[in-house]
């Protein structure tokens, strides 16, 4: 089956989707959107009530303002693959609860699959937790780090500088260096792709916090935090 063909099937899925109480009070789930061999693949938290509608991700006021932010970037919305932990609104634009991220979850692990992006960026933190369990978004945010494989980048969500004017300096300056996080994340890519696959280390860890752009890349025994500017 085709990346195609299993995204087609997992949003049937989910609009026939009871494993949870937000099917109760949903209009439309919202599975995602966009090419399915994205290189690049935003998760964010959940639907709101412009999404619920229309079973789209991302089209309300924060949508507006995640395209704003892709073109700082140099990227358009159609470059990249946009979903949510949650596929169903939650009441009220309320945190999804545990049993909503387990059950959604499924469907997730088997987009991600699906798409193979070599690059994840988390908008909130619920969608940093899958990647980074009990860090906080305020020390992380606009950094890199290598996970199982892929690049990934937590940011903090578009809505939280509708709702927080502080925030929003943090989200735009975050977003700005995304085209130098990006040119790192492929330039490791491709040096990856060139080399032949060698086993880990027992015991390395399976997080790893890319080293600021350089010409040769300095191996550490620790990780060091991505300092671009």
Not at 140 to 166: C, K, N, S, T, Y
């Amino acid at each position: 089956m085709s990346a195609l063909e299993t995204l087609t099937q997992i949003a049937s899925e989910v609009s026939k989707c009871q494993s949870c109480a937000l099917h109760s009070t949903r209009t439309l789930s919202v599975p995602g959107e966009g090419p399915a061999d994205a290189e690049i693949m935003l998760i964010g938290e959940g639907p709101g009530a412009n999404e619920d509608a229309q079973g789209r991700p991302f089209i309300g006021q924060a949508g507006k303002f995640l395209v704003e932010l892709l073109a700082q970037a140099g990227l358009k919305r159609t470059d990249v693959y946009i979903c949510n932990v949650v596929k169903c609104r939650p009441p009220g634009n309320r945190d999804p609860l545990p049993d909503e991220l387990a059950a959604c979850n499924l469907y997730l692990d088997r987009q991600i699959a699906a798409i193979n992006p070599k690059i994840i960026i988390t908008l909130g933190r619920f969608s940093m937790y899958k990647f980074m369990p009990g860090v906080t978004i305020s020390r992380v945010h606009g950094e890199m780090r290598r996970i199982d494989g892929r690049f990934v980048i937590p940011m903090f969500h578009p809505a939280a500088a509708l709702h927080q004017a502080a925030l929003k300096p943090a989200i735009l300056a975050d977003f700005a260096k995304l085209p130098q996080l990006l040119e790192v994340a492929r330039r490791e890519i491709a040096k990856t792709d060139s080399q032949p696959v060698r086993p880990e280390p027992a015991g390395a860890s399976p997080a790893q916090i890319l080293p600021a752009p350089e010409p040769q890349v300095a191996k550490t025994e620790e990780p060091k935090q991505m300092k671009l500017f």
